[in-house]
Structure formats: C-alpha cells, structure tokens
C-alpha cells in the first residue's frame, strides 16, 4: 500500500534535506542497511567497519568528482545529482524514495485499519514541514469514507477483499490527478534533483558564511574574496 501511497502524491512524503559541512551526505545514509545479525561487540565492529567503508568509498568518489557550487544552474544541479547517484550506487545506499518508502513501513506496520495508515501518512507529512499540494489526501480519505460507508464498519488492512477495492479508488484518483505507475522514473528523478538543489544551496550558503567571516579577521581584511562557483570542493577533502 505504501508504494501506490507514494505513487500518487508524488514527492509529497519526501524528506527535508539536512546537509553535512562537507560531502552533502546525510550519516544516517551510511548505517541505513548495516545492521548484521551479530550481537554485542560483534555487531558494534561490523557496524562499524561497513560505515567506514562507505565513508572512505563516498568521499574517494567525491575527491574525483568536480562539482560546482551553483545552484542557480541547471547544469551544476545535475551533475552534482549525478555524483551523488553513482555515491549511493558505490556505498549500497538507499535513495531517497526508498528512504521514505523504508519510513513509512516502519511507522505503519502495527497499524491495522486503513483510517489509521492514512492518518498517520498525514502526520508525518505535517512534522516534515510538506504540504499536500495536490489535494491528495482528502480525496484518498474521501475515496475510504465511500468504501468504510459501504462495508458499515472500519476498514481493516488485512481485507484483501475491500482492500482491492480501496485500490481501485486510488487508481481513479491517479487518474485524476495524472499520476502514471510508468512516469514514477521520472518523478524520481526530479525529487533527487529538487534534492541536488537544495544542497547545493546550503553548500553555498556555508561557504558564503565561512568566506565572510574568514574577511573580518585582521590578516585577510585586503584579500578578495571568491566566487563560490570558482571553489573547488575536492581540495577541502
């Protein structure tokens, strides 16, 4: 269910982008999917071990990579999108659709009728700071509302029956709103360079910051100072 949820809001769920000072990945990329069946020190090691791993793997890409500090390009934006890319390919992360997807299940599992997996959509969506601008929600409780309406009773998750028929509500509103199964590619893809972006803008924003307080320091107050886009990121790997 959490994968047609997605389907249909599009980047609605999408998470708020928190960029480190340096690489741009966030940490909890690199443990996402390291969690051995080991127990005490055992786990800890191995643990550890595979995140320095995909550390030392991210920032050897990172170190080749030019990446341009220009959020205001297109060009810019892409290629650095395409650098993180072959990051996640090379560490085995998740993107970030799997990241919401891995979200979602995670805080819906126990929860056994439909009302309450699509409330909770909701609140999540709300503590991310997101608005539902495509109106998605209400028609998906509205389309709940026709089916519980019908059955007299709540929706339970494990009704495949009505669950089926839930679906096929959904997929009219897919319809509606012009959402494909075969576009969702392309749906990632603009999420992961709206990401790019937003990146790129805070690694800027940094560098402004660090460059303007580095010029009210005695020994730099005659040094000019340079444009953003001229800085080369891999000399501060």
């Keep these: 269910?959490?994968?047609?949820?997605?389907?249909?809001?599009?980047?609605?769920?999408?998470?708020?982008?928190?960029?480190p000072h340096e690489s741009a990945i966030p940490a909890r990329y690199f443990s996402a999917k390291s969690e051995p069946e080991l127990k005490g020190d055992a786990m800890l090691k191995n643990i550890f071990l595979d995140v320095k791993k995909k550390f030392e793997t991210a920032m050897g890409i990172?170190?080749?990579?030019?990446?341009?500090?220009?959020?205001?390009?297109?060009?810019?934006?892409?290629?650095?999108?395409?650098?993180?890319?072959?990051?996640?390919?090379?560490?085995?992360?998740?993107?970030?659709?799997?990241?919401?997807?891995?979200?979602?299940?995670?805080?819906?599992?126990?929860?056994?009728?439909?009302?309450?997996?699509?409330l909770k959509l909701q609140d999540m969506r709300i503590k991310q700071g997101l608005k539902d601008e495509l109106g998605a929600e209400a028609m998906m409780m509205d389309a709940l509302e026709k089916i519980e309406k019908e059955l007299k009773k709540p929706l339970m998750r494990n009704d495949k029956k009505n669950m089926a028929s839930l679906m096929a509500e959904f997929d009219k509103i897919n319809q509606k709103l012009g959402v494909r199964r075969e576009d969702l590619p392309k749906y990632e893809e603009q999420l992961e360079l709206k990401i790019a972006k937003a990146q790129l803008e805070e690694l800027k924003k940094e560098a402004e910051e660090a460059m303007d307080t580095q010029k009210k320091r005695e020994e730099f107050k005659d040094e000019e100072v340079p444009d953003v886009k001229s800085l080369d990121i891999r000399n501060f790997i």
Excluded: F
């Design 1 to 19: 269910m959490a994968s047609r949820i997605l389907s249909r809001s599009r980047q609605l769920y999408a998470s708020q982008v928190v960029v």
């Design 62 to 118: 990172l170190r080749k990579e030019k990446i341009t500090i220009a959020p205001e390009d297109p060009a810019a934006v892409a290629q650095y999108a395409k650098v993180m890319k072959t990051v996640r390919e090379k560490t085995d992360l998740w993107t970030e659709s799997q990241t919401i997807k891995h979200a979602i299940e995670s805080e819906t599992k126990d929860i056994p009728d439909a009302r309450g997996y699509l």
